[in-house]
Nanobody
Framework: QVHLVESGGGLVQAGGSLRLSCTAS????????MQWSRQAPGKQRELVAT???????NFTDSVKGRFTVSRSWARNTVDLQMNSLKPEDTAVYYC?????????WGRGTQVTVSS
């Protein structure tokens, strides 16, 4: 059974950094595409970053140059490094994957960026 758990959220001042981690169980990291999305209050959920098993990464335009994503095959984790954070990055961040035709999501971790 697939299980995703996010960690690393918190409160940070604008310009600061946070590193989110997603620990995945029941997922073969050698084939799974892992993604991070976020949802701010009153807004639709937004796809932020994608990491494929082949090592390809993609980011939404608003975070390009500030966020990076990396994965550890040994630990089955995918991390989202967030630098130069802005108040508009405030949201609940979710780790998710579409695995063998089913969508799996973590419960999310809150990121709050103060101005």
């Amino acid at each position: 059974q697939v299980h995703l758990v996010e960690s690393g959220g918190g409160l940070v001042q604008a310009g600061g950094s946070l590193r989110l981690s997603c620990t995945a169980s029941g997922v073969n990291f050698k084939i799974a595409t892992m993604q991070w999305s976020r949802q701010a209050p009153g807004k639709q959920r937004e796809l932020v970053a994608t990491s494929t098993a082949a090592g390809i990464t993609n980011f939404t335009d608003s975070v390009k140059g500030r966020f990076t994503v990396s994965r550890s095959w040994a630990r089955n984790t995918v991390d989202l490094q967030m630098n130069s954070l802005k108040p508009e990055d405030t949201a609940v961040y979710y780790c998710h994957t579409n695995y063998y035709g089913r969508s799996f999501w973590g419960r999310g971790t809150q990121v709050t960026v103060s101005s």
